[in-house]
């Protein structure tokens, strides 16, 4: 009977099988090919994790959590906002944040099919978060749904880009323009009351 693993090495397997993801696609990730990447058999993975969802929702939990995400104060200036979508799209240049975007896309483009809905989850609160900043700005409830909608579109867009063609995309650049165009346009909103 082979003895049970170390519960303590969980943390450090979820690390090992980070540092893994950021060079390797999910659909190139089996549990038996993680089990040789951290020298052992895949009977640790299975047991800290049960299965290969299981392990890549763990690997996703796990690069929100090392995100600081500050809510978005509703009555925040221009700057706070673009530096909001910083924070929650942007920073790529760090390898796990473009890691933690890649999943995102990825986990995002299948989880429909599955039954999941972490990602639409997800998008929604950052919806609702712009919603409540254009709200607070002035902008009337059809006006700040659709800017919401168009503004989290826009800052993934720019992820996307940035994930795509790191050497001609700023994602961080384009985060920045994306709050102050949101800003001028509610402002005008404003104006116009």
């Given at each position: 009977?082979?003895?049970?693993?170390?519960?303590?090495?969980?943390?450090?397997?979820?690390?090992?099988?980070?540092?893994?993801?950021?060079?390797?696609?999910?659909?190139?990730?089996t549990v038996r090919?993680?089990?040789?990447?951290?020298?052992?058999?895949?009977?640790?993975?299975?047991?800290?994790?049960?299965?290969?969802?299981?392990?890549?929702?763990?690997?996703?939990?796990?690069?929100?959590?090392?995100?600081?995400?500050?809510?978005?104060?509703?009555?925040a200036d221009a700057?706070?906002?673009?530096?909001?979508?910083?924070?929650?799209?942007?920073?790529?240049?760090?390898?796990?944040?473009?890691?933690?975007?890649?999943?995102?896309?990825?986990?995002g483009s299948v989880?429909?099919?599955?039954?999941?809905?972490?990602?639409?989850?997800?998008?929604?609160?950052?919806?609702?978060?712009?919603?409540?900043?254009?709200?607070?700005?002035?902008?009337?409830?059809?006006?700040?749904?659709?800017?919401?909608?168009?503004?989290?579109?826009?800052?993934?867009?720019?992820?996307?880009?940035?994930?795509?063609?790191?050497?001609?995309?700023?994602?961080?650049?384009?985060?920045?323009?994306?709050?102050?165009?949101?800003?001028?346009?509610?402002?005008?909103?404003?104006?116009?009351?």
């Amino acid at each position: 009977m082979p003895r049970k693993p170390d519960p303590t090495r969980k943390p450090a397997i979820l690390e090992q099988v980070v540092d893994h993801f950021v060079q390797t696609k999910i659909e190139d990730v089996t549990v038996r090919g993680l089990g040789r990447v951290l020298g052992t058999s895949a009977y640790p993975v299975v047991y800290h994790f049960g299965s290969r969802e299981a392990l890549i929702d763990s690997v996703v939990e796990h690069l929100a959590a090392s995100r600081s995400a500050t809510p978005l104060d509703p009555g925040a200036d221009a700057d706070a906002l673009a530096d909001h979508l910083v924070a929650a799209f942007g920073g790529l240049d760090d390898p796990h944040r473009a890691l933690a975007a890649r999943l995102t896309f990825e986990l995002g483009s299948v989880e429909s099919l599955d039954g999941r809905d972490r990602q639409r989850r997800a998008h929604r609160c950052h919806v609702a978060a712009i919603r409540a900043w254009c709200r607070a700005h002035g902008a009337d409830p059809v006006l700040a749904e659709r800017a919401a909608q168009h503004t989290v579109m826009a800052a993934r867009g720019a992820q996307w880009g940035a994930l795509v063609d790191r050497a001609h995309a700023d994602a961080d650049a384009a985060l920045r323009r994306i709050a102050h165009d949101l800003a001028a346009g509610t402002a005008g909103a404003d104006r116009a009351r």
